[in-house]
């Protein structure tokens, strides 16, 4: 590297190394994974986004999506060079700074460095470092099993919407459960929603947080391998059926589908007005992929709603 590129390195390197320094003086970490045995660390992502002498280094997407001219120009790097260089060198950076953090609550059972970076070449977006430390994945595997026996199962008493807003997100977490059984998380859902239903404001809570947790796993895993979706000049989705989308085996799709229209009727029945379109959007692209039960949905009005509430 050359001098230019070895101080564009080095400001990366601070950048990461000030973020850790900072979170690992934190006081409030234990006390923060206390709250629930659901929750096994804090952090689960990382998002660095380099511009010359602007590096950003932050646990939350910023949005730093665009770099102007002058940040291109003015970049050491070419595309290759980032793929090649300067990202192992970043990797390994992280590596160093969670082996020693790897039992801390400060860092989730998975943990990813995401990166965009100006270059010559345009901007490069990619994951810079994954890790998943399967330890903790056990641990929390377990506490999950624990909860959903002792306190779903065989409880009979209200729970907190904490432990919902966890449980849910674990529950659609593909890096958790390899493999989706949409019977049993509706079950547990449908479960949770009986425990809480004679408290009006909490029993809300647990369905806003099943009901974010669905949205999120239909918009960012599910619905993402079968279309291009861009943002409307309203600000909303909208989506196109990839010409390479592999529909062809159908038992694949039954798992995924049968939760997506779940999660359809729960927007539908209890989200604001305004909410519910999302909840039609997703019964028609579960009928683009080949769901008769959702063509039936669309096809039949309100009262297929509330049939199909237990798919």
Known sequence: MNTQQEAALEEMKMAIYQWFDEQENRKELEAAVKRTTLQIGIFNELVLNYRPGKTVVDDVNLGHNAAGKKSMNASPFTQEQILHEVQPLLSEIVRE????????????????????????????????????????????????????????????????PLETFFLARHLLDPYLFHELEAARTIAVFERIQTLNKERVQALAEHRGNIIQAMKDWAEEIFLARYFDVTRSEYWTNEYKMKPDAALDNKDELNQPIDLLLYGAVMIIRYEPNYNKSKGKTYLELASQLGSVKATRMLKEGSDAFARETCI
Request: hydrophobic letters at 35%; proline letters at 3%.
């Open 97 to 160: 700074r969670l082996d020693k953090l790897k039992t801390s609550p400060l860092i989730d059972y998975r943990f990813t460095l995401q990166g965009t970076f100006a270059t010559t070449d345009g901007l490069v977006e990619l994951i810079v470092f994954e890790r998943i430390f399967e330890e903790k994945r056990q641990q929390l595997l377990q506490r999950i099993q624990s909860y959903i026996e002792e306190k779903l199962e065989k409880g009979c008493y209200p729970t907190k």
